[in-house]
């Protein structure tokens, strides 16, 4: 016999093998009264439901600026990415050289 899983928000049924808490109209309703933090993330991220497109990388972005359309893997809904490439610094000491 499966487990059952119920949604958090409204006792909908919900897949016994889903990792959601809330069934996809709790979740649409959640994220229409949330804003998505969609700035400076690491990867591109669904302004429409929140989820992160780890497969960026297959897409054309490769210069600083660069934009393009993504449609998301879950909702199916499509999107502006345009990324922006930040720069870091490691140095260390240079042997024998002491200024």
Same mark, same amino acid.
């Given at each position: 016999?499966?487990?059952?899983?119920? !949604?958090?928000? !409204?006792?909908?049924? *919900?897949?016994?093998?889903?990792?959601?808490? *809330?069934?996809?109209? @709790?979740?649409?309703?959640?994220?229409?009264?949330?804003?998505?933090?969609?700035?400076?993330? +690491?990867?591109?991220? @669904?302004? /429409? @439901?929140?989820?992160? +497109?780890?497969?960026? !990388?297959?897409?054309? *972005?490769?210069?600083?600026?660069?934009?393009?359309?993504?449609?998301?893997?879950? !909702?199916?809904?499509?999107?502006?990415?345009?990324? /922006?490439?930040?720069?870091?610094?490691?140095?260390?000491?240079?042997?024998? +050289?002491?200024r």
């Amino acid at each position: 016999m499966s487990e059952t899983k119920e !949604c958090a928000k !409204c006792g909908d049924d *919900l897949s016994p093998k889903s990792e959601e808490e *809330l069934c996809s109209d @709790c979740k649409q309703e959640e994220i229409e009264a949330n804003e998505i933090d969609t700035v400076d993330k +690491d990867y591109p991220t @669904c302004p /429409h @439901c929140g989820n992160e +497109d780890h497969d960026w !990388c297959e897409g054309t *972005l490769t210069e600083d600026g660069d934009v393009e359309w993504h449609r998301c893997h879950r !909702c199916q809904k499509s999107y502006k990415v345009t990324m /922006h490439i930040v720069a870091t610094f490691t140095t260390e000491k240079f042997g024998g +050289d002491e200024r």
